[in-house]
């Protein structure tokens, strides 16, 4: 029997399930756009938290040991070519000491957006404040703070998981 045969054969109610690929489709980029915002937002939000925590440190003396910034170029190939991707790299060294004991950092914030222009304006010898975990004090970083752009992504991140409600059942 042809399938167009037997698709009017169906009941109403079936026909309307085959009827359904756009939805399917809409439900698809849904879900993807939503994964995206979660990502986005779990990903800012741990920068946003760690930074708020370590804000609260106690916070002793440090000096920069090393601290190196550098251009990093990255070539990637797309669907309408090469793309080239500048980004500035930091790395930076401080000792600090807690209870007597000498500790050398690498952290040095936990926002990406803040750590070249933090280490470019500390050259080695510099002096530094240094905030540490008094649980554990080789967790230390020297600057705690976030950049706005942060709380942007964060925020873009919660409006992109919105569409999730779209599949929370309602109760009542």
Same mark, same amino acid.
């Given at each position: 029997?042809?399938?167009?045969?037997?698709?009017?054969?169906?009941?109403?109610?079936?026909?309307?399930?085959?009827? $359904?690929?756009?939805? #399917?489709?809409?439900?698809? @980029?849904?879900? &993807?756009?939503?994964?995206?915002?979660?990502?986005?937002?779990?990903?800012?939000?741990?920068? @946003?938290?760690q930074?708020? $925590? %370590?804000?609260? *440190?106690?916070?002793?003396?440090?000096?920069?040991?090393?601290? $190196?910034?550098?251009?990093?170029?990255? *070539?990637?190939?797309?669907?309408?070519?090469?793309?080239?991707?500048?980004?500035?790299?930091?790395?930076?060294?401080?000792?600090?000491?807690?209870?007597?004991?000498?500790? @050398?950092? $690498?952290?040095?914030?936990?926002?990406?957006?803040r750590?070249?222009?933090?280490?470019?304006?500390?050259? +080695?010898?510099? %002096?530094? #404040? &240094?905030?540490?975990?008094? +649980?554990?004090? #080789?967790?230390?970083? &020297?600057?705690?703070?976030?950049?706005? #752009?942060?709380? @942007?992504?964060?925020?873009?991140?919660?409006?992109?998981?919105?569409?999730?409600?779209a599949?929370?059942?309602?109760?009542?």
């Open positions: 029997m042809p399938e167009s045969d037997s698709f009017d054969e169906l009941p109403e109610s079936i026909k309307k399930l085959r009827r $359904r690929p756009t939805n #399917s489709r809409l439900a698809i @980029v849904l879900l &993807v756009v939503g994964f995206a915002g979660l990502l986005l937002a779990f990903l800012n939000g741990s920068t @946003v938290f930074s708020n $925590r %370590a804000r609260t *440190w106690p916070t002793t003396p440090g000096v920069v040991l090393t601290e $190196r910034t550098w251009k990093d170029t990255q *070539w990637h190939d797309g669907s309408v070519g090469q793309h080239k991707y500048l980004s500035t790299q930091s790395a930076m060294t401080y000792a600090y000491a807690v209870n007597n004991q000498h500790l @050398v950092g $690498r952290t040095i914030s936990y926002d990406f957006c750590r070249a222009p933090f280490a470019q304006a500390h050259p +080695a010898g510099r %002096a530094v #404040s &240094v905030h540490y975990n008094p +649980a554990k004090p #080789s967790d230390a970083v &020297v600057d705690p703070g976030c950049d706005r #752009s942060t709380f @942007v992504y964060l925020f873009l991140g919660v409006l992109l998981m919105s569409p999730f409600g599949f929370v059942p309602a109760t009542g």
